[in-house]
T-cell receptor, first 114, second 114 residues
Framework: DTGVSQDPRHKITKRGQNVTFRCDPI?????LYWYRQTLGQGPEFLTY????????KSRLLSDRFSAERPKGSFSTLEIQRTEQGDSAMYLC????????????FGEGSWLTVV | AQSVTQLGSHVSVSEGALVLLRCNYS??????LFWYVQYPNQGLQLLLK??????LVKGINGFEAEFKKSETSFHLTKPSAHMSDAAEYFC????????????FGTGTKLQVIP
């Protein structure tokens, strides 16, 4: 069990640039989630995939954000035309099966927009 | 809509003293409840969870929590704090039906004083 893997762990980008984060969930986990966490706050839900289908998107996810999970395995989160307000840690998580099952989190990808 | 409230954004205890971190939930139906711990610059690690059955649940590192439906609470305790317990703790809830959209509290930062 290699856990949920996220890449890159840290990214510094200039305002207006595009960035992409990758998440590799635990093998055979059919559910994948993206969360955003800013300093002093709890993680906030962004989006959820069951297999390859994106079933829910938060209102926090503006048109500049897009997430994909081709083939129901790894997922990418792209932010276009980054803004300083996008600076946060982006957490990926995965789980399998019912709603009482444990959700496993990756170590997060820190984004700093300068 | 469900929500989670953590009382006290910062808690300080002496090493060896009781740890008590408070969490109250709001949900139309009893949710599943979780406590996660986050060390600096890391992702979230599950401490314990309550789904059904025994209302006193034991987790890793000597932590436990009790689900009290009458008080809509799920407080986290540990009899004797260790320096290594210093971290941020998040209470979270999940709808007991449907998919696992996790709602997090704002977190409580635990400081352990030698």
């Amino acid at each position: 069990d290699t856990g949920v893997s996220q890449d890159p762990r840290h990214k510094i980008t200039k305002r207006g640039q595009n960035v992409t984060f990758r998440c590799d969930p635990i093998s055979e986990h059919n559910r994948l989630y993206w969360y955003r966490q800013t300093l002093g706050q709890g993680p906030e839900f962004l989006t959820y995939f069951q297999n390859e289908a994106q079933l829910e998107k938060s209102r926090l996810l503006s048109d500049r954000f897009s997430a994909e999970r081709p083939k129901g395995s790894f997922s990418t989160l792209e932010i276009q035309r980054t803004e300083q307000g996008d600076s946060a840690m982006y957490l990926c998580a995965s789980s399998y099966g019912g709603s009482g099952n444990t959700i496993y989190f990756g170590e997060g990808s820190w984004l700093t927009v300068v | 809509a469900q929500s989670v409230t953590q009382l006290g954004s910062h808690v300080s205890v002496s090493e060896g003293a009781l740890v008590l971190l408070r969490c109250n939930y709001s949900s139309s139906v009893p949710p599943y409840l979780f406590w996660y711990v986050q060390y600096p610059n890391q992702g979230l690690q599950l401490l314990l969870k309550y789904t059904t059955g025994a209302t006193l649940v034991k987790g890793i590192n000597g932590f436990e929590a009790e689900f009290k439906k009458s008080e809509t609470s799920f407080h986290l305790t540990k009899p004797s704090a260790h320096m290594s317990d210093a971290a941020e703790y998040f209470c979270a809830s999940v709808n007991s039906g449907g998919y696992q959209k996790v709602t997090f509290g704002t977190g409580t930062k635990l400081q352990v004083i030698p």
